[in-house]
C-alpha cells in the first residue's frame, strides 16, 4: 500500500494537469497503472499511515542500570525495590495496629 503522502501527492499533479500520467509515475516512481486508477477513479484517496515506530519515544532510549540496593539490571527507578519497601511499611503498620494480648497483666 502506498503511503497517504504519496497517493496525495498523485492526485495534486493530476489536478494541476500539466504532466501526463507516464511523467507522474516516473517522477513518483510509482506505476502508470496506480496513476492511472487514481485518476479514474477506481481508487480512492487512501493509503497508509506514516509508520510511528520509526520515531524514538521518550522511553526508548532509557538504558538499563545496576539498582544500587538489589544488584539486579533495571530501568530507574528500581520497581523490585519500591514493591519491598512498601511491603515492609505494610506489615510494620500491622504490626503497630494489632492490640498486644500477652502482655497484659491480670489484676485480681
Given at each position: ?54 520515531n524514538v519515544l521518550p522511553c526508548q532510549d532509557l538504558t538499563p542500570e545496576r539498582c544500587s540496593s538489589c544488584g539486579a539490571m ?35
Amino acid at each position: 500500500m502506498l503511503p497517504l503522502a504519496l497517493v496525495e501527492e498523485i492526485r495534486r499533479l493530476l489536478d494541476e494537469g500539466q504532466l501526463s500520467h507516464r511523467k507522474i509515475a516516473a517522477k513518483l516512481n510509482v506505476s502508470r497503472g496506480t496513476v492511472g486508477a487514481i485518476a479514474s477513479g477506481r481508487r480512492g484517496i487512501y493509503g497508509r499511515e506514516p509508520d510511528l515506530s520509526s520515531n524514538v519515544l521518550p522511553c526508548q532510549d532509557l538504558t538499563p542500570e545496576r539498582c544500587s540496593s538489589c544488584g539486579a539490571m533495571v530501568y530507574k527507578p528500581c520497581v523490585l525495590c519500591n514493591a519491598r519497601a512498601y511491603q515492609s511499611r505494610q506489615q510494620r503498620l500491622l504490626l503497630l495496629a494489632r492490640p498486644r494480648s500477652g502482655n497484659r497483666r491480670r489484676v485480681a
